[in-house]
């Protein structure tokens, strides 16, 4: 059986080679919250390699059947986790649904688009954890919704000591296929970065939110 590590490290190094994840800690990034990053993650990239998106959707499949009792649907969070999420259920034979970050401002207004009813167990797909914030917005729609959310599974997370705070408070089990260390260490690996740029990449990861002020 292949190891988590093993998998961590193929997917950054798939992340890597497509220009997915791009690091530069010389020249950062600003997100949208207004942080200095060293690191910009657009998985939506891996939808247009083959390779990838297969083995992606093979391991997401691999590790909900791992983590948690199969589900009766599966949820992608819009947008990002769309795509990869309805391959899943294909891959998987289940019912597929996706959630919006708030309600469509015209028609029927809908939150969460496709056939769900209460009582139903859903398994949510994503495809980028930073603080987690918009993820649990959509666990919060379908416990509103009277489902019964068994957990999420990410392609990766940044590992924020804030993101694992709220996924607890939120009673939300996450897994993930790769993840921070993972890609740094892939990274320094395949020669995308040098030691220097390493150390300045694991100082980003402590203090995000000062870093680079």
């Excluded at 059986?1 to 791009?22: C, W």
């Excluded at 390779?51 to 948690?68: D, G, L, P, W």
């Excluded at 939120?170 to 995308?192: C, E, G, P, W």
Aim: proline content about 4%; charged content about 25%; glycine content about 6%.
């Amino acid at each position: 059986m292949v190891s988590n590590a093993e998998i961590g490290a193929k997917v950054a190094e798939f992340l890597l080679k497509i220009k997915a994840v791009k690091l530069q800690p010389t020249e950062p990034f600003t997100w949208a919250s207004g942080w200095k990053s060293p690191i910009y993650c657009d998985n939506r990239k891996t939808l247009s390699y083959p390779k990838v998106r297969t083995y992606i959707r093979q391991q997401f499949v691999e590790i909900i059947q791992q983590n948690f009792a199969k589900p009766d649907v599966i949820a992608g969070v819009a947008t990002g986790a769309i795509a990869i999420g309805a391959l899943v259920a294909e891959e998987m034979g289940l019912p597929f649904i996706y959630v919006r970050p708030e309600p469509k401002k015209h028609g029927l207004a809908n939150l969460i688009e496709g056939e769900i009813k209460a009582g139903q167990s859903v398994l949510i797909i994503e495809d980028l954890i930073s603080t987690g914030g918009s993820s649990l917005k959509a666990v919060e729609s379908l416990r509103a919704a009277e489902c019964e959310v068994k957990g999420m599974a990410a392609i990766f997370t940044y590992g924020f000591q804030s993101a694992t705070d709220n996924f607890k408070a939120a009673n939300v089990k996450l897994v993930t296929l790769s993840n921070y260390q993972s890609l740094i260490r892939q990274a320094l690996h395949d020669n995308y970065i040098n030691e220097q740029d390493l150390a300045e990449l694991e100082n980003w990861r402590k203090k995000p939110e000062t870093w680079g002020k």
